[in-house]
Protein backbone atom coordinates (compact mmCIF):
# COMPACT_ATOMS: atom_id res chain seq x y z
CA UNK A 1 0.00 0.00 0.00
CA UNK A 2 1.25 3.27 -0.74
CA UNK A 3 2.26 4.95 2.54
CA UNK A 4 0.01 8.44 1.61
CA UNK A 5 -3.05 6.49 0.37
CA UNK A 6 -5.50 6.64 2.72
CA UNK A 7 -7.73 2.86 2.76
CA UNK A 8 -10.85 2.27 1.20
CA UNK A 9 -13.86 1.01 2.92
CA UNK A 10 -14.68 -2.80 1.54
CA UNK A 11 -17.14 -5.25 1.82
CA UNK A 12 -16.82 -8.28 3.72
CA UNK A 13 -19.31 -10.22 1.69
CA UNK A 14 -18.87 -13.53 4.12
CA UNK A 15 -20.25 -11.47 7.05
CA UNK A 16 -22.31 -8.42 5.21
CA UNK A 17 -19.97 -6.19 6.88
CA UNK A 18 -17.56 -2.67 5.67
CA UNK A 19 -14.04 -2.97 6.84
CA UNK A 20 -11.12 -1.10 6.22
CA UNK A 21 -7.98 -2.72 7.03
CA UNK A 22 -5.37 -0.25 8.90
CA UNK A 23 -1.58 -1.02 9.94
CA UNK A 24 -2.55 -4.81 8.94
CA UNK A 25 -5.55 -4.86 10.76
CA UNK A 26 -9.31 -5.44 10.09
CA UNK A 27 -11.41 -3.10 11.30
CA UNK A 28 -15.00 -3.98 11.13
CA UNK A 29 -17.44 -0.62 11.12
CA UNK A 30 -21.15 -1.97 10.38
CA UNK A 31 -23.18 -3.81 8.58
CA UNK A 32 -22.13 -2.80 4.46
CA UNK A 33 -23.90 0.41 3.11
CA UNK A 34 -25.36 1.50 5.86
CA UNK A 35 -24.83 5.21 6.92
CA UNK A 36 -23.00 4.21 10.53
CA UNK A 37 -20.76 2.12 8.78
CA UNK A 38 -19.57 5.16 6.84
CA UNK A 39 -19.71 7.46 9.63
CA UNK A 40 -17.00 5.02 11.84
CA UNK A 41 -15.18 4.51 8.67
CA UNK A 42 -14.63 8.08 8.74
CA UNK A 43 -14.12 8.15 12.37
CA UNK A 44 -11.52 5.81 12.30
CA UNK A 45 -9.72 7.41 9.19
CA UNK A 46 -9.46 10.89 11.13
CA UNK A 47 -8.19 9.51 14.23
CA UNK A 48 -5.56 6.94 12.31
CA UNK A 49 -4.33 9.90 10.36
CA UNK A 50 -4.21 12.23 13.61
CA UNK A 51 -2.61 9.84 14.86
CA UNK A 52 0.35 9.69 12.36
CA UNK A 53 -1.19 6.63 10.46
CA UNK A 54 -1.50 4.36 13.63
CA UNK A 55 -4.85 3.03 14.68
CA UNK A 56 -5.84 3.93 18.56
CA UNK A 57 -5.24 0.05 19.25
CA UNK A 58 -1.19 1.11 19.56
CA UNK A 59 -2.50 3.44 23.01
CA UNK A 60 -1.82 0.30 24.89
CA UNK A 61 1.87 0.63 24.90
CA UNK A 62 1.92 -2.15 22.72
CA UNK A 63 3.97 -0.18 20.33
CA UNK A 64 7.86 -0.48 20.33
CA UNK A 65 10.22 2.06 20.52
CA UNK A 66 11.23 1.40 16.99
CA UNK A 67 7.65 1.93 15.63
CA UNK A 68 7.17 4.99 17.87
CA UNK A 69 10.20 6.57 15.82
CA UNK A 70 8.99 5.22 12.50
CA UNK A 71 5.75 7.28 13.18
CA UNK A 72 6.96 10.39 14.76
CA UNK A 73 9.25 10.84 11.72
CA UNK A 74 6.28 10.39 9.17
CA UNK A 75 5.13 13.96 11.20
CA UNK A 76 8.69 15.06 11.32
CA UNK A 77 9.52 14.81 7.38
CA UNK A 78 6.08 17.28 7.03
CA UNK A 79 6.02 19.63 10.24
CA UNK A 80 10.03 20.52 10.48
CA UNK A 81 9.96 22.43 7.10
CA UNK A 82 10.89 25.52 5.76
CA UNK A 83 8.23 27.95 4.03
CA UNK A 84 10.31 26.95 0.39
CA UNK A 85 9.56 23.01 1.15
CA UNK A 86 13.39 22.35 2.57
CA UNK A 87 13.65 20.42 5.72
CA UNK A 88 15.31 22.46 8.76
CA UNK A 89 18.47 21.59 10.38
CA UNK A 90 16.03 20.47 13.55
CA UNK A 91 15.52 17.02 11.05
CA UNK A 92 19.18 16.20 11.64
CA UNK A 93 19.20 16.99 14.77
CA UNK A 94 16.61 14.69 15.87
CA UNK A 95 18.22 12.05 13.17
CA UNK A 96 21.19 12.53 15.52
CA UNK A 97 19.28 12.16 18.85
CA UNK A 98 17.26 9.28 18.06
CA UNK A 99 19.92 7.07 16.86
CA UNK A 100 21.25 5.88 20.14
CA UNK A 101 17.39 5.67 21.68
CA UNK A 102 17.15 3.09 18.71
CA UNK A 103 20.08 1.33 18.96
CA UNK A 104 19.60 0.65 22.90
CA UNK A 105 15.94 0.18 23.09
CA UNK A 106 14.53 -0.11 20.02
CA UNK A 107 12.61 -3.35 20.83
CA UNK A 108 11.42 -1.73 24.27
CA UNK A 109 7.80 -1.35 24.26
CA UNK A 110 7.01 2.14 24.87
CA UNK A 111 5.18 1.85 27.97
CA UNK A 112 8.51 0.20 29.71
CA UNK A 113 10.35 2.88 28.67
CA UNK A 114 11.06 4.82 31.90
CA UNK A 115 13.40 7.44 33.60
CA UNK A 116 16.12 5.03 33.93
CA UNK A 117 16.19 4.01 30.25
CA UNK A 118 16.33 7.80 29.37
CA UNK A 119 19.17 8.12 31.76
CA UNK A 120 20.99 4.81 29.74
CA UNK A 121 20.45 6.55 26.19
CA UNK A 122 22.11 9.72 28.16
CA UNK A 123 25.46 7.97 29.66
CA UNK A 124 25.65 6.55 25.85
CA UNK A 125 25.96 10.28 24.80
CA UNK A 126 28.01 10.95 27.52
CA UNK A 127 30.65 8.11 26.57
CA UNK A 128 30.39 9.43 23.13
CA UNK A 129 32.06 12.27 24.22
CA UNK A 130 29.92 14.90 23.86
CA UNK A 131 29.52 18.19 25.32
CA UNK A 132 26.73 19.12 28.69
CA UNK A 133 24.86 21.31 26.70
CA UNK A 134 24.69 19.18 23.79
CA UNK A 135 23.52 16.51 25.51
CA UNK A 136 20.91 17.89 27.19
CA UNK A 137 19.42 19.51 24.11
CA UNK A 138 19.25 16.23 22.43
CA UNK A 139 17.99 14.51 25.90
CA UNK A 140 14.74 17.30 25.07
CA UNK A 141 14.29 16.38 21.99
CA UNK A 142 13.64 12.40 22.87
CA UNK A 143 11.36 13.95 25.48
CA UNK A 144 9.92 15.46 22.46
CA UNK A 145 9.00 12.42 20.34
CA UNK A 146 7.54 10.53 23.29
CA UNK A 147 5.18 13.72 24.56
CA UNK A 148 4.00 13.55 20.65
CA UNK A 149 3.27 10.18 21.26
CA UNK A 150 1.35 10.94 23.92
CA UNK A 151 -0.71 13.77 22.33
CA UNK A 152 -1.55 10.83 19.65
CA UNK A 153 -2.31 8.26 22.03
CA UNK A 154 0.41 5.71 21.17
CA UNK A 155 2.38 6.30 24.94
CA UNK A 156 0.78 6.06 27.55
CA UNK A 157 0.42 9.28 29.47
CA UNK A 158 2.51 7.87 32.60
CA UNK A 159 5.63 7.39 30.55
CA UNK A 160 6.42 11.31 29.69
CA UNK A 161 5.61 11.77 33.44
CA UNK A 162 8.17 9.68 34.30
CA UNK A 163 10.64 10.69 31.54
CA UNK A 164 9.83 14.49 32.57
CA UNK A 165 11.33 13.50 36.34
CA UNK A 166 14.80 13.10 34.42
CA UNK A 167 16.40 16.50 35.10
CA UNK A 168 19.39 18.09 32.86
CA UNK A 169 22.96 17.62 33.52
CA UNK A 170 24.00 20.70 35.39
CA UNK A 171 27.33 22.36 34.75
CA UNK A 172 30.12 21.59 37.32
CA UNK A 173 28.11 18.58 38.93
CA UNK A 174 27.58 16.31 36.50
CA UNK A 175 31.34 15.36 35.42
CA UNK A 176 30.83 15.86 31.63
CA UNK A 177 32.77 18.29 29.94
CA UNK A 178 31.46 21.97 28.99
CA UNK A 179 31.30 23.38 25.65
CA UNK A 180 33.92 25.78 25.10
CA UNK A 181 32.32 29.56 24.30
CA UNK A 182 32.25 31.00 21.04
CA UNK A 183 34.41 34.11 21.04
CA UNK A 184 35.15 36.97 18.57
CA UNK A 185 37.53 36.33 15.71
CA UNK A 186 40.89 37.96 15.96
CA UNK A 187 40.81 40.35 13.22
CA UNK A 188 44.37 39.30 11.94
CA UNK A 189 42.91 36.16 11.73
CA UNK A 190 40.17 37.47 9.44
CA UNK A 191 42.37 39.57 7.37
CA UNK A 192 44.86 36.33 6.48
CA UNK A 193 42.55 34.13 5.00
CA UNK A 194 40.65 36.79 2.59
CA UNK A 195 43.46 36.27 0.32
CA UNK A 196 42.70 32.46 0.27
CA UNK A 197 38.95 32.64 -0.47
CA UNK A 198 37.02 32.86 -3.25
CA UNK A 199 35.51 36.55 -4.04
CA UNK A 200 31.97 35.52 -2.94
CA UNK A 201 33.27 34.23 0.49
CA UNK A 202 34.95 36.84 1.00
CA UNK A 203 31.99 39.01 0.34
CA UNK A 204 29.73 37.15 2.51
CA UNK A 205 32.42 37.43 5.55
CA UNK A 206 32.71 41.29 5.53
CA UNK A 207 28.75 41.52 4.93
CA UNK A 208 28.51 39.35 8.16
CA UNK A 209 31.25 41.48 9.78
CA UNK A 210 29.05 44.43 9.05
CA UNK A 211 25.83 43.52 9.98
CA UNK A 212 25.54 40.62 12.37
CA UNK A 213 23.70 38.50 10.53
CA UNK A 214 23.47 34.91 11.16
CA UNK A 215 25.59 32.39 8.12
CA UNK A 216 22.26 31.06 7.46
CA UNK A 217 20.77 34.35 6.69
CA UNK A 218 24.19 35.18 4.95
CA UNK A 219 24.17 32.70 2.22
CA UNK A 220 20.39 32.85 1.56
CA UNK A 221 20.66 36.37 0.72
CA UNK A 222 18.47 36.79 -2.77
CA UNK A 223 17.60 40.02 -5.00
CA UNK A 224 13.73 39.29 -4.26
CA UNK A 225 13.84 39.47 -0.51
CA UNK A 226 15.80 42.58 0.07
CA UNK A 227 14.07 46.37 -0.49
CA UNK A 228 16.58 48.79 -2.21
CA UNK A 229 13.84 51.71 -2.58
CA UNK A 230 15.38 53.83 0.85
CA UNK A 231 18.49 54.64 1.87
CA UNK A 232 19.34 51.61 4.10
CA UNK A 233 18.08 48.31 2.06
CA UNK A 234 16.31 46.33 4.24
CA UNK A 235 16.46 42.56 4.14
CA UNK A 236 14.18 40.59 4.94
CA UNK A 237 15.08 36.59 5.20
CA UNK A 238 13.11 33.69 3.01
CA UNK A 239 13.82 32.10 6.45
CA UNK A 240 15.57 32.44 10.10
CA UNK A 241 15.86 30.75 13.26
CA UNK A 242 12.95 32.43 14.60
CA UNK A 243 10.65 32.23 11.95
CA UNK A 244 8.19 29.59 12.98
CA UNK A 245 7.55 31.08 16.17
CA UNK A 246 6.09 34.31 14.35
CA UNK A 247 8.94 36.38 14.73
CA UNK A 248 9.94 38.69 11.94
CA UNK A 249 13.16 39.16 10.92
CA UNK A 250 14.89 42.80 9.42
CA UNK A 251 18.17 43.28 8.59
CA UNK A 252 19.64 46.56 7.88
CA UNK A 253 21.99 47.13 5.16
CA UNK A 254 23.71 50.32 5.16
CA UNK A 255 26.17 52.21 2.68
CA UNK A 256 29.20 49.56 3.44
CA UNK A 257 27.55 46.42 2.67
CA UNK A 258 25.34 47.91 -0.42
CA UNK A 259 28.95 48.73 -1.72
CA UNK A 260 29.39 44.85 -1.55
CA UNK A 261 26.44 43.79 -2.67
CA UNK A 262 26.06 45.55 -5.45
CA UNK A 263 28.97 43.56 -7.21
CA UNK A 264 26.97 40.48 -6.92
CA UNK A 265 23.19 41.75 -7.76
CA UNK A 266 21.96 39.26 -10.67
CA UNK A 267 18.97 39.46 -13.51
CA UNK A 268 17.71 36.49 -11.71
CA UNK A 269 15.86 37.92 -8.63
CA UNK A 270 15.03 34.36 -6.93
CA UNK A 271 18.98 33.18 -7.31
CA UNK A 272 20.88 33.17 -4.24
CA UNK A 273 23.80 36.43 -4.76
CA UNK A 274 26.60 34.40 -3.80
CA UNK A 275 27.12 31.01 -5.26
CA UNK A 276 29.70 28.12 -5.67
CA UNK A 277 29.04 28.08 -9.36
CA UNK A 278 30.19 31.88 -9.80
CA UNK A 279 33.03 31.00 -7.36
CA UNK A 280 34.31 28.45 -10.29
CA UNK A 281 33.41 30.64 -13.10
CA UNK A 282 35.67 32.98 -11.70
CA UNK A 283 38.95 31.07 -10.87
CA UNK A 284 38.91 29.36 -14.53
CA UNK A 285 38.52 33.00 -15.75
CA UNK A 286 41.42 33.87 -13.63
CA UNK A 287 43.38 30.85 -14.61
CA UNK A 288 42.46 31.65 -18.27
CA UNK A 289 43.95 34.91 -18.39
CA UNK A 290 47.05 33.64 -16.54
CA UNK A 291 47.56 31.50 -18.84
CA UNK A 292 51.56 31.75 -20.38
CA UNK A 293 50.76 29.47 -23.58
CA UNK A 294 49.74 30.58 -26.41
CA UNK A 295 45.98 30.56 -26.90
CA UNK A 296 46.60 28.83 -30.24
CA UNK A 297 48.62 26.05 -28.54
CA UNK A 298 47.71 23.67 -25.89
CA UNK A 299 44.01 23.63 -24.52
CA UNK A 300 41.23 25.49 -25.22
CA UNK A 301 39.44 27.20 -21.95
CA UNK A 302 36.72 24.43 -21.63
CA UNK A 303 37.04 21.66 -23.92
CA UNK A 304 39.03 19.94 -20.70
CA UNK A 305 35.51 19.99 -18.84
CA UNK A 306 34.42 16.53 -17.92
CA UNK A 307 30.68 16.36 -19.39
CA UNK A 308 29.25 14.23 -15.98
CA UNK A 309 31.12 15.27 -13.26
CA UNK A 310 30.70 13.91 -9.86
CA UNK A 311 29.75 16.98 -8.24
CA UNK A 312 29.07 20.19 -9.50
CA UNK A 313 29.45 23.85 -7.99
CA UNK A 314 25.71 24.48 -6.45
CA UNK A 315 23.54 27.16 -7.49
CA UNK A 316 24.24 28.57 -3.69
CA UNK A 317 26.27 28.14 -0.68
CA UNK A 318 25.06 26.22 2.33
CA UNK A 319 26.13 26.79 6.15
CA UNK A 320 28.21 24.08 5.94
CA UNK A 321 29.90 24.63 2.26
CA UNK A 322 30.56 28.44 3.76
CA UNK A 323 32.55 27.10 7.03
CA UNK A 324 34.24 24.79 4.52
CA UNK A 325 35.27 27.07 2.42
CA UNK A 326 36.52 29.36 5.52
CA UNK A 327 38.30 25.85 6.89
CA UNK A 328 40.22 25.43 3.50
CA UNK A 329 41.21 29.12 3.53
CA UNK A 330 42.78 29.05 7.20
CA UNK A 331 44.65 25.61 6.47
CA UNK A 332 46.17 27.49 3.53
CA UNK A 333 46.99 31.07 5.19
CA UNK A 334 48.46 29.06 8.26
CA UNK A 335 50.14 26.14 7.25
CA UNK A 336 51.47 23.66 9.40
CA UNK A 337 55.16 24.99 10.18
CA UNK A 338 57.65 22.39 9.27
CA UNK A 339 58.98 21.59 12.53
CA UNK A 340 55.63 20.03 13.90
CA UNK A 341 56.31 17.33 11.41
CA UNK A 342 54.64 18.33 7.84
CA UNK A 343 57.51 17.60 5.61
CA UNK A 344 57.48 20.00 2.45
CA UNK A 345 58.59 19.04 -1.24
CA UNK A 346 61.28 20.90 -3.35
CA UNK A 347 58.40 21.76 -5.64
CA UNK A 348 56.43 23.05 -3.21
CA UNK A 349 53.73 20.82 -2.53
CA UNK A 350 53.00 18.58 1.01
CA UNK A 351 53.32 14.68 0.47
CA UNK A 352 50.30 13.26 0.72
CA UNK A 353 48.49 13.13 4.22
CA UNK A 354 48.27 9.59 5.51
CA UNK A 355 52.05 9.14 4.82
CA UNK A 356 53.32 12.08 6.77
CA UNK A 357 50.76 11.34 9.40
CA UNK A 358 52.21 8.14 9.90
CA UNK A 359 55.44 9.40 10.73
CA UNK A 360 54.91 11.67 13.34
CA UNK A 361 54.74 10.76 16.92
CA UNK A 362 51.80 11.77 19.14
CA UNK A 363 53.06 14.27 20.47
CA UNK A 364 53.74 16.07 17.18
CA UNK A 365 50.07 14.83 16.22
CA UNK A 366 48.89 16.91 19.18
CA UNK A 367 51.28 19.97 18.31
CA UNK A 368 49.63 19.62 14.62
CA UNK A 369 46.12 19.75 16.10
CA UNK A 370 46.94 22.44 18.95
CA UNK A 371 48.09 24.74 15.70
CA UNK A 372 45.48 24.17 13.48
CA UNK A 373 42.81 25.23 16.47
CA UNK A 374 44.55 28.34 17.23
CA UNK A 375 44.92 29.10 13.54
CA UNK A 376 40.98 28.22 12.76
CA UNK A 377 37.72 29.77 13.00
CA UNK A 378 34.31 29.45 11.75
CA UNK A 379 31.58 31.92 10.63
CA UNK A 380 29.43 31.77 13.58
CA UNK A 381 32.43 33.40 15.72
CA UNK A 382 31.84 36.44 12.90
CA UNK A 383 28.32 37.25 14.55
CA UNK A 384 30.31 37.38 17.89
CA UNK A 385 32.82 40.21 16.28
CA UNK A 386 29.86 42.39 15.21
CA UNK A 387 28.39 41.98 18.21
CA UNK A 388 30.99 43.13 20.10
CA UNK A 389 31.91 46.19 18.19
CA UNK A 390 28.16 47.08 18.34
CA UNK A 391 27.87 46.95 21.81
CA UNK A 392 31.70 48.91 22.53
CA UNK A 393 30.42 51.86 19.87
CA UNK A 394 26.62 52.09 20.20
CA UNK A 395 25.66 50.23 23.36
CA UNK A 396 24.25 46.99 24.76
CA UNK A 397 20.20 47.87 23.46
CA UNK A 398 21.51 49.06 20.15
CA UNK A 399 23.06 45.52 19.83
CA UNK A 400 20.19 43.96 20.85
CA UNK A 401 18.15 45.34 18.04
CA UNK A 402 20.54 45.38 15.49
CA UNK A 403 21.48 41.62 16.02
CA UNK A 404 17.26 40.88 16.41
CA UNK A 405 17.60 39.25 19.55
CA UNK A 406 14.54 39.14 22.17
CA UNK A 407 16.24 39.96 25.44
CA UNK A 408 19.41 41.59 26.09
CA UNK A 409 20.72 37.73 27.85
CA UNK A 410 21.22 36.06 24.79
CA UNK A 411 23.15 39.24 23.35
CA UNK A 412 24.76 39.01 26.49
CA UNK A 413 26.08 35.94 25.16
CA UNK A 414 27.34 37.13 22.00
CA UNK A 415 28.91 40.51 22.51
CA UNK A 416 32.15 40.76 24.64
CA UNK A 417 32.28 42.63 27.95
CA UNK A 418 34.14 45.69 26.99
CA UNK A 419 36.71 45.42 29.96
CA UNK A 420 38.77 48.86 28.92
CA UNK A 421 36.07 51.21 31.00
CA UNK A 422 36.36 49.47 34.28
CA UNK A 423 40.37 48.86 33.77
CA UNK A 424 40.32 52.61 33.66
CA UNK A 425 38.28 53.28 36.30
CA UNK A 426 39.92 51.40 38.78
CA UNK A 427 43.32 51.89 37.58
CA UNK A 428 42.68 55.53 39.19
CA UNK A 429 40.20 54.26 42.09
CA UNK A 430 41.71 50.94 43.27
Known sequence: MNPRSIPKLSHHKASGRAVVRLDGQDCYVGPWGSK????????????WLAGGRQIASAQAGEMTVTELIATFWTHAESYYRNPDGTVTGE??????????????YGHTFVKDFGPLALKSVRQAMIDAGH???????????????????????????SVIHGLEAVAGLKAGRSGVRESAPVKPVADDLIAAVLPFVSRQVGA????????????????TIRGVDVDMTGKLWLYRPAKHKTRHLGHDRVILFGPKAQQILKQFLKADLHAPLFAPADAEEDRRRAGDE???TPRSCGNV?????????RKKPGAGYSVDSYGRAIKYGCERAFPVPDQLGQKVLPNGKSEAKKAWLARLTPEQKEE?????????????????????????????????????????????????????AAKRIMSEVG
Not at 204 to 219: A, C, H, K, Y
Request: net charge positive; hydrophobic share 40%; with cysteine.
Open 290 to 292: ART
Open 91 to 104: IHCFRDALKPLRRL
Open 204 to 219: MIQVQLLTGMRPGETV
Open 368 to 420: IRAWRKSHSWHPHQLRHNAATNLRKTFGLEAAQVVLGHRTLSVTEVYAEKNTE
Open 301 to 309: RGSNVRLKP
Open 131 to 157: CRSHINRQIGRIKRVFRWGVENELVPS
Open 36 to 47: AAVAEYDRLIVE
